[in-house]
């Protein structure tokens, strides 16, 4: 087993929760895990459902007051935590490449991008405005207000354990909700420096809680409780799915932000430089581990054998290695489970009649998988199908339009899409085209906090950012008015 290296900010090791930092009621911890070499970085408490109960009653009696502030009142203490999170970038990107394993250099960006959020909702929560509507009988008056959900709760992703947590805390509390965050057991360490932070700035007491341990004792008391009022979710289509009946019995409200399998399509008018630096950025990010990267890759035909052949060159001068080292472009894979699920999924394509154009050699025990070309690869392929979260990229070869987007579309996910092309009219009609939520168009860094990040179909539905984002953390109110004649 190798050795981490250690953060220049110290790791957190208790939950927080119920107004203050806390272990577990019954002395119960995890450890945690640092990808790249294996190493033991910490532990967690491993909070049991007595905590978790504790922690939703103090987010109710929280409520109270954060909900009757006035939006600039929340704002202030949103834009210090904003200006901590940057004055910590370093240390707290740190944390993450510590036990997520990217880059720092990635790890960097989704501090900032984490940040972004937090200054952009502290300004949103500004602007939830209502309606006055012409009434359709006189002496009334029509006014629709909007309310604060309540307790709310998040259950967020290891693959990008930063930004997916401010992406749903940061509108849920400028809206006036608390927010109860349960994060990837493999990656708590970032979420508990970011509370540290919201603390620093003066977040009160019980609005915002970080509730450590295992999925399976916590989700169900959030889910079961009439108190909690929203859910918000990042992960897979299978666990989304579950949670939605979970959460049917006190009808929720939920954001689900589930899986992906991106197309991204090469046609033969595009810029081949441009679309091959895209590909390039938008596969390999988080070492293939994000639910927005390609998972097909449609050429056609006229540029493909082109096209390939830069691809895996590119492909083949890939660094690859530990995140804090110098240069590395693609870190380790979250564990070495996830390794060995991208060995098989090679395996299953070469037995289906793909062919391996680079990559694919796996070292054993390890959580780093090299990054892999496929060619020869078809729709009807697992490949295809599946939902790949690793550095594997399979290319598929199509002839015509119509071809491509009625292959893009056919799967069950709709969360992004990616087309290249010179022709502005291709351009319209193929993303009007392509049942997704997100199309990235001679681009494909799509994710920001402006942008409506969110996907149709059993990739999910609510959206996250942009002036959307608060709008799921809202509810409605309408107030007919009467007796107001002369
Ligand atoms: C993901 O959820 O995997 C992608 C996140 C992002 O690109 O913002």
Redesign the pocket.
């Known amino acids: 087993m190798g050795v981490a290296f250690r953060p220049t900010r110290a790791l957190r090791e208790h939950a927080y929760f119920a107004g203050a930092w806390r272990g577990s009621s019954d002395g119960a911890s995890i450890a945690v895990t640092c990808p790249a070499t294996g190493a033991h970085i910490g532990e967690v408490p491993r909070l049991t459902q007595e905590d978790t109960a504790l922690a939703i009653e103090v987010a109710a009696t929280a409520f109270v007051d954060w909900s009757a502030r006035t939006a600039a009142q929340r704002a202030q203490v949103l834009r210090r935590w904003h200006a901590l999170i940057l004055r910590e970038r370093e240390a707290l990107a740190q944390i993450l490449t510590l036990e997520q394993g990217k880059p720092l250099a990635e790890s960097r960006a989704e501090i900032d991008?984490s940040a972004a959020y937090v200054e952009w909702f502290a300004e949103e929560g500004r602007r939830v405005y209502g309606d006055v509507i012409p009434s359709p009988v006189g002496g009334r008056q029509t006014i629709v207000t909007k309310q604060p959900v309540g307790v709310t709760c998040a259950i967020t992703?290891w693959?990008?354990p930063a930004?997916?947590v401010t992406?749903k805390l940061a509108p849920a509390l400028a809206a006036g909700c608390t927010m109860l965050v349960k994060p990837a057991e493999r990656t708590p360490f970032i979420a508990l420096a970011l509370a540290e932070l919201a603390e620093e700035a003066g977040m009160p007491p019980g609005v915002l809680s970080v509730l450590t341990g295992k999925s399976r004792e916590i989700v169900k008391v959030l889910t079961d409780s009439p108190v909690v009022r929203k859910l918000s979710f990042?992960g897979s289509t299978a666990v989304g799915k579950d949670l939605i009946r979970q959460c049917a019995d006190t009808v929720k409200r939920m954001s689900m932000?589930l899986g992906g399998n991106a197309p991204i399509i090469v046609f033969d008018d595009a810029d081949i430089e441009a679309a091959l630096d895209g590909l390039m950025a938008l596969k390999f990010r988080?070492a293939g581990?994000?639910?927005?990267?390609a998972n097909r890759i449609f050429v056609q035909r006229g540029i493909f054998e082109q096209f390939a052949e830069a691809f895996v060159q590119r492909v083949r001068a890939l660094k690859i290695g530990a995140g804090d080292q110098p240069g590395v472009e693609i870190g380790p894979l979250i564990n070495a489970d996830a390794a060995q699920d991208m060995g098989r999924i090679v395996a299953r394509a070469l037995e289906q009649g793909a062919e391996l154009l680079t990559g694919g050699a796996p070292k054993p025990d390890s959580a780093f998988y090299p990054p892999t070309v496929l060619g020869g690869v078809t729709p009807s392929m697992d490949v295809a199908r599946d939902e790949i979260f690793g550095p594997i990229a399979p290319l598929l070869v199509f002839d015509d339009e119509t071809e491509v987007v009625a292959q893009a579309n056919d799967t069950p996910y709709g969360l992004a899409s990616y087309l290249y092309t010179r022709d502005l009219a291709r351009a319209w009609r193929v993303s009007d085209a392509l049942q997704y939520g997100m199309v990235g168009i001679n681009e494909v860094a799509?994710?920001n906090e402006v942008a409506p990040?969110g996907g149709v179909k059993e990739s999910g539905f609510g959206r996250e950012g942009s002036r959307y984002g608060i709008e799921e953390y809202l509810d409605i109110k309408y107030r007919c008015m009467g007796g107001l004649s002369a």
């Open positions: 991008i992703p693959n990008f930004s997916m992406r990042t932000e988080n581990q994000t639910c927005v990267c799509i994710s990040f």
